[in-house]
């Protein structure tokens, strides 16, 4: 490494001769003078000093120590300790800012004009270890996947590029996206679902697919297949490895094939004469936004941006609430480091496809908007924890009656009055997720008010007051996590009065209590002999709401309610291999509303339990191929029991689900 003389201060102070002055001005004369006078005072002193060396020896000539004020004991050698003798130590580091240490000066890192960096994104080339890139390989360097700018515009690099046999860039030049800060992410994904299950299925009111049947209750037996290939495409401009991009387009779209083939007419359509089995397909505009980075508010990288369009949103950590792809403006952002993040966002809802679930965007979308602001803290009440608090509106105007895909009406729901219902209800809600200690904790509330222009018991307004809380805590021990929860959402105790004391959610899809392994979360289970095409619950979500529908239904706030009591434990076998098992039992919060709607005096609260299983198994170690198999079994309560049987006179419902994933 060549000679640096600003290096000359630091080496100075590491060695304790700081104030170390040129050397080239001493001479042999300057220093036999010293030694004479070094002779003269010892011998005045009637004494010679034993180490003082006389203009004869051959040290005379070397050039003496430096006159700092201190004795030549006191001089400290480098590598050499002396007790009472401390070296000037460095500067101080001071804390600017907590957590962060002073960057190195530049003097630490001296470069090297023989080895040039340009970038990070070429450093494999400078290194001599350039590879020919490969479209699917998504774990090298791959321009497809956001490793690599989509452009090198430098003549010096074109040139050196076109010499390797590489392409000076990889967009079109119609693009305009000539500065070399743009980049291009593709995702494919495929997810298959083989699913055989069972549930209570009610007898088609003109006909059977069995002759003879005359219960109210047919065989409970049905499968469904699911194929869906989501294709992603994102093009960002910034270096986004430690801010935001400064500006996103991105789109996704999903194709699903599916087949469900049920034991019984009038279940799939609501025509007698169509059969029981159906075969769908459906294209849907699950994401198709522009992200804009309007500001940057700090030095590091605390920041504003706005995202217009289909976009992702999850109103809570585990989705209970609002989980969902819907058209909307966002607002977002954070302080402080990144200790404070925000949410300022409305959403026009889209109407979803009947049997796949996704986007339509050929139909207009509902009169249903949900305006919603929220704001976290980190370390908040304590140090590992996160903390959420959230206001969301929701403001239903939706007169008109819907039919869906299939023929049966979802707005309003065949429930009750069968009047066109409008409704306005503020949630507000306290979140948190993290960890205290070794106790790893999750949790949400939510106090639900407003207002219902049309209950459909009475026909009346009705005042909208109902509550929820849900919680999840667990603990690892080495290769084992235990988990226990609890979940309570109020039901409508007086259906009547002018008060609706059911929580609904706007659009759930929990993460919780064993997710869509469960059997109560992943079914649908009709409320026959209470409403017509009405669901006690839907599918991929847990609360008992009494909807139409998840997709297409309205919020109805006249429902049992639901209370969740579970434990399970994950256990990761190998690296490759995780086992997943739960238990819930399940009751309704309140019965005075499904007394109502059946005329009937006495239904207990108890559903069930709920038992399921499930193994993870990812062949390569990798979130891009994974596999899993899960069982779960229904043990029915009095209060299920009381509501429904089978033709069968099963005492069990079983869901078996297969899902296999991969990803580009």
């Known amino acids: 490494m060549p000679w640096n003389p600003s290096l000359l201060p630091v080496l100075a102070a590491l060695s304790g001769q700081a104030n170390l002055p040129d050397q080239t001005g001493w001479t042999t004369a300057l220093a036999e003078e010293k030694v004479a006078s070094a002779i003269e005072s010892a011998g005045d002193a009637g004494e010679q000093p034993s180490d003082a060396p006389t203009p004869d020896t051959p040290n005379s000539t070397a050039p003496p120590a430096v006159d700092t004020g201190t004795t030549a004991d006191e001089t400290l050698l480098d590598g050499r300790r002396r007790p009472g003798v401390q070296k000037q130590l460095p500067e101080r580091v001071t804390q600017e800012n907590a957590g962060a240490v002073r960057a190195p000066p530049p003097e630490a890192f001296p470069g090297d004009p023989d080895f040039p960096i340009p970038d990070r994104w070429r450093l494999s080339e400078t ?14 360097q791959n321009t497809y996947k956001g490793d690599r700018p989509l452009c090198i515009p430098s003549e010096e690099e074109k040139e050196r590029r076109a010499k390797a046999g590489l392409p000076k860039c990889h967009t ?28 209570p299925i009610p007898v088609g009111v003109q006909t059977t697919e069995n002759p003879g049947s005359v219960d109210v209750f047919g065989r409970s037996h ?45 279940v799939l359509f609501v025509e007698p004469s169509k059969p029981s089995h159906r075969t769908d397909h459906f294209l849907g505009v699950q994401e198709a936004f522009i992200d804009y980075h309007i500001r940057n508010v700090s030095d590091r990288y605390d920041f504003d941006s706005l995202r217009v369009g289909i976009q992702p949103f999850q109103a809570d950590f585990r989705g209970f609430l ?19 993040q925000y949410n300022l966002a409305a959403f026009w809802r889209l109407e979803k496809d009947t049997n796949s679930g996704l986007n339509s965007v050929v139909q207009r979308p509902r009169d249903d908007f949900v305006f919603l602001a929220n704001l976290y803290r980190q370390d908040f009440p304590v140090v590992g924890m996160t903390s959420q608090v959230s206001v969301t509106y929701n403001m239903n105007r939706e007169t008109s009656i ?23 209800v503020v949630y ?5 997720d993290g960890h205290i200690g070794r106790v790893n904790l999750t949790s949400s509330a939510y106090l639900a008010v407003g207002r219902d222009r049309n209950s459909f018991f009475t026909s009346k307004p009705a005042k909208i007051r109902s509550h929820f809380f849900a919680a999840e805590a667990s603990m690892d021990f080495d290769w ?4 226990v929860s609890g979940l309570y959402a109020s039901g409508d105790s007086k259906p009547y009065d002018n008060t609706e004391g059911g929580f609904d959610a706007i659009f759930e899809n929990p993460i919780f209590a064993g997710a869509d392994t469960s059997y109560w979360i992943r079914q649908t289970i009709p409320f026959a002999g209470g409403g017509r095409a009405i669901g006690i619950n839907g599918r991929n979500g847990i609360l008992n709401s009494l909807r139409s529908s998840k997709e297409q239904g309205q919020s109805n706030f006249n429902n049992p309610g639901t209370m969740l009591a579970g434990a399970g434990a994950d256990f990761d076998i190998t690296p490759k291999l995780r086992l997943s098992t739960n238990v819930n039992h399940l009751w309704f919060q309140n019965t005075a509303t499904l007394k109502a709607l059946r005329v009937e005096g006495s239904i207990p609260k108890s559903i069930g339990w709920d038992v399921s299983a499930a193994a993870i198994y990812r062949p390569k170690a990798i979130q891009n191929v994974v596999f899993r198999l899960s069982g779960a079994l229904l043990d029915p309560g009095k209060g299920f029991r009381d509501l429904f049987t089978n033709a069968g006179r099963n005492d069990r419902y079983y869901s078996v689900l297969f899902n ?5």
Not at 414 to 422: E, N, S, T, V, Y
Not at 480 to 483: A, C, H, L, M, S
């Open 480 to 483: 084992i996590r235990v988990r």
């Open 127 to 140: 290194l001599g270890l350039a590879h020919k890139e490969r479209f699917l390989d998504p774990y090298n």
């Open 402 to 424: 819907e039919v869906d895909d299939n023929g049966f009406p979802v707005r309003p729901a065949l429930i009750g009055d069968l009047r066109p219902r409008k409704y306005d």
């Open 172 to 199: 079109p030049a119609f693009l305009g996206l000539k500065s070399e800060d743009w980049f291009l992410v593709l995702g494919a994904t495929s997810d298959t679902v083989i699913e055989p299950r069972s549930f």
């Open 428 to 432: 507000l809600g306290y979140s948190n």
């Open 222 to 266: 049905s499968e469904v297949f699911a194929q869906t290939f989501i294709f992603s495409a994102s093009l960002l401009k910034g270096s986004t490895a430690f801010k935001p991009p400064e500006i996103e387009y991105r789109v996704a779209l999903a194709l699903q094939g599916n087949y469900v083939n049920v034991p019984e007419k009038r």
């Open 322 to 340: 609002f989980n969902d792809q819907q058209l909307g403006v966002r607002l977002f952002g954070n302080r402080d480091n990144n200790r404070f």
């Open 660 to 664: 296999g994933i991969l990803s580009f």
